[in-house]
């Protein structure tokens, strides 16, 4: 099992930037496919981007595509996602998520960290 925490969430002005943390403890981080999700207040969470447990491969969102990176650190057990050219209507909170390889589910969630951007 892993457990996860988020950082680096905060206030920023639109089209501005942001990097977010996703730390994980627990055991064999590097057997985890990663990803970042995000859920804005009455609407339905989803998925940004995605990257396997090597790293090898990603997957982005159409609407992060060019602006956001996800990568990851397997030696510190972290994953990343830089966000840049933010706007106003993507404050969120922003969680990571983990999923064990030949599993469908993600099955483990950190807390989430807040973005909120400014006009």
């Known amino acids: 099992q892993v457990q996860l925490v988020e950082s680096g969430g905060g206030l920023v002005q639109a089209g501005g930037s942001l990097r977010l943390s996703c730390a994980a403890s627990?055991?064999?981080?590097?057997?985890?496919?990663m990803g970042w999700f995000r859920q804005a207040p009455g609407k339905e969470r989803e998925v940004l981007a995605t990257?396997?447990?090597?790293?090898?491969?990603?997957y982005y969102a159409d609407s992060v595509k060019g602006r956001f990176t996800i990568s990851r650190d397997n030696a510190k057990n972290t994953v990343y996602l830089q966000m840049n050219s933010l706007k106003p209507e993507e404050a969120a909170v922003y969680s990571c998520?983990?999923?064990?390889?030949?599993?469908?589910?993600?099955?483990?969630w950190g807390q989430g960290t807040q973005v909120t951007v400014s006009s």
């Open positions: 627990g055991r064999a981080f590097n057997t985890y496919d």
């Open positions: 990257i396997t447990w090597s790293g090898g491969s990603t």
């Open positions: 998520a983990a999923r064990r390889l030949l599993e469908k589910e993600y099955r483990y």
